[in-house]
């Protein structure tokens, strides 16, 4: 994702069981900034349930709060807009509420310059579009595989990188299942080239849907086609787990669109999950909240 709306309800009671030890809000923030999104706009909602309602104390204390949570995640408050905001009647969504005379608005500063703003819609045009990586290799992961009467096989997924078009030839990791695209669409519209970030399904000539499955990779077989691999390292942070983990450990791992088991092979370095810095050689164990780069073993390739 580009950028993540992290949703805190206001409410009496409600705030306190999210940002305590376990709570959602907690948990998502960091999730967030584990999977790399590293663009935040925090929605602080539910203020028509504040006592007394639209109060700017509350507003005030949560946004305390959670900057210094998400200071700790990683993220800096200061590129972070905190919206006052009611989804139930609209307040601070797509227009000023005058309910909350004493909002003056959100203020961001980056490397890239400071925005402003006082509602929700505009904190989400706020957002710096990530560069789209259209120069690299194809890579497109399969999130469905449908059969269209009269159409056929049509594989359905977001280009992560590269561009597909009609009349490439293209492979299907793992399996290297190599076919022609007829047709590339979005929205129901035929399009002469799909880009990064763009969701399509294409039409694929003489191939069955029990052939591909959601996980599957396509790729360009004339350009750095994708392979299966037979292990992998990866940097991986230990959120919440009751014990130790060690290698042998085997968890399931979600990879885009993939879902399969991959043991711990070797537990490399111990880093802190910030900075990447080494701060161990070769752990014996790992508990949670460190960080780690690991070799991984997939159960098939």
């Known amino acids: 994702a580009d950028c993540a709306v992290l949703i805190v309800a206001s409410g009496v009671g409600e705030f306190e069981a999210g940002i305590s030890k376990n709570g959602q809000t907690r948990e998502h923030a960091l999730l967030a900034y584990t999977l790399g999104v590293k663009q ?6 539910k203020m028509d349930t504040t006592e007394p309602p639209y109060s700017e104390a509350r507003f005030k204390e949560i946004v305390t709060e959670v ?10 408050p200061k590129t972070v807009a905190f919206v006052p905001i009611s989804g139930w009647h609209g307040d601070n969504m797509l227009e000023p509420s005058d309910k909350m005379s004493w909002y003056k608005g959100w203020e961001t500063t980056r490397k890239s310059g400071s925005g402003s703003g006082k509602t929700l819609l505009e904190a989400l045009d706020n957002i710096e579009p990530p560069s789209r990586p259209s120069d690299k290799p194809l890579r497109l992961p399969l999130q469905d595989v449908y059969k269209i009467g009269g159409i056929g096989t049509v594989p359905v997924g977001r280009v992560e990188t590269g561009v597909l078009k009609p009349g490439m030839i293209v492979c299907f990791a793992p399996t290297a299942l190599t076919t022609e695209v007829k047709s590339v669409e979005m929205h129901h ?6 880009l990064p970030g763009d969701n399509v399904g294409f039409n694929v000539k003489n191939v069955s849907v029990k052939e591909l499955r959601r996980g599957y990779v396509a790729s360009d077989s004339k350009n750095k086609p994708a392979t299966g691999c037979e292990d992998f390292t990866a940097q991986v942070i230990i959120l919440n787990h009751p014990g130790n983990v060690s290698a042998g450990y085997t968890p399931v791992l979600d990879c885009h669109t993939a879902h399969i088991a991959c043991r711990f092979a070797d537990l ?9 810095k080494v701060t161990e050689e070769a752990p014996k164990t790992l508990k949670s909240g460190d960080a780690a780069i690991i070799k991984l073993i997939p159960s098939k390739p």
């Open 189 to 194: 519209e035929s399009l002469p080239e799909a």
């Open 67 to 76: 900057s210094a949570y998400i200071k700790k995640v990683g993220y800096d």
């Open 40 to 45: 935040m706009i925090i929605g602080i909602n």
């Open 268 to 276: 490399q370095q111990k880093v802190d999950r910030r900075t990447g």
